[in-house]
């Protein structure tokens, strides 16, 4: 449920609350119970639960948690955006297997991911995957009004697995994926994906 590497991320906002909640106690006993509430609504967020992943090479899966808020033709393809609240697990994983041959980062606003400007005009890092057979899958990490650290844990030239994490964004945010022309989106508008075992799209 909870892995060292997502703690890590939010080691300073815990530390933050564990220290405030001390201090409270020693000189604020309301102050702790905020404190408390915080701090597991905190660590809950860094959550990082097992997923199980679909084997069939043909589908691709969700890069995030969230709702599916959008399903937009795109030049050479389809995108899927996916909104993240608060509450969603905040990893991101890898729709294919394959070798990231290409990661960009784009500085911007922090528009609130609702607004359709977010998606041209915020923070995001792009990162594109190619599978052994030159298929190839690009997720964006979008950054939100709260979400305003992009986390890369893989970089160009890195072998992923399907469902592998490949980055986490802090508090609400949005990803979308793109997949080439041809694949067959598989979910709906207003479904909640589960990154990683969620079916996205197939391939044709």
Known sequence: MFTLRTLLEGKW????????????????????????????????FFRDPTRVIPPDPKDI??????????????????????FLSVFNVHTQRAPIAGTITSVSYHPGKFLDVRNPKSSAENENRVVLITGADGY????????????????????EGDRVEKGEHIGMIR???????????????????????KGGETIVARRN
Do not use: N, Y
């Open 171 to 193: 508090f609400g945010s949005r990803v979308e994926i793109t997949v080439p022309t041809g694949a067959a989106i598989v979910v709906k508008l207003g479904e909640t994906a």
């Open 61 to 82: 899966v969700s890069p995030a948690d969230g709702k599916v808020v959008e399903i937009t033709p795109v030049e050479g393809g389809t995108m899927v955006a996916i």
């Open 13 to 44: 906002p815990i530390l933050i609350l564990v220290l405030l909640g001390i201090a409270g106690w020693l000189w604020c006993k309301p102050v702790v119970a905020v404190c408390l509430l915080l701090l597991v609504f905190t660590i809950s």
């Open 136 to 155: 190839r899958v690009k997720v964006r990490q979008i950054a939100g009004l709260i979400a305003r650290r992009i986390v890369g844990w893989k970089h």
